[in-house]
């Protein structure tokens, strides 16, 4: 059992860098969407890259609940981005 105040194994820092490294790219991926607009080359090829290769046309239906739909994907990314709930899928 881990003992509070201890450090973390190099399993557990293996761990923890990778969800902080992982959140810091979706990071980066939503500054560029606000810096760029989702008509970016580069954005609309990340869209696609989520979403199989093509992005979805509107409406677009979340698991968020509440918030159950979107007019669009770009929507959807922003309010994402905004809310900064990166790993909300559609």
């Not at 696609?48 to 509440?66: D, R, T």
């Amino acid at each position: 059992a881990e003992q509070l105040g201890t450090p973390l194994s190099d399993q557990e820092y293996r761990q923890f860098f990778r969800s902080l490294q992982t959140a810091h790219r979706a990071s980066a991926a939503c500054l560029l969407r606000e810096l760029y607009g989702c008509q970016n080359p580069l954005v609309q090829r990340l869209d696609e890259y989520e979403n199989h290769g093509v992005i979805p046309e509107g409406p677009i239906c979340s698991e968020l609940p509440g918030t159950p739909s979107f007019p669009s994907f770009c929507t959807f990314s922003f309010y994402r981005c905004t809310r900064k709930r990166y790993f909300i899928k559609v």
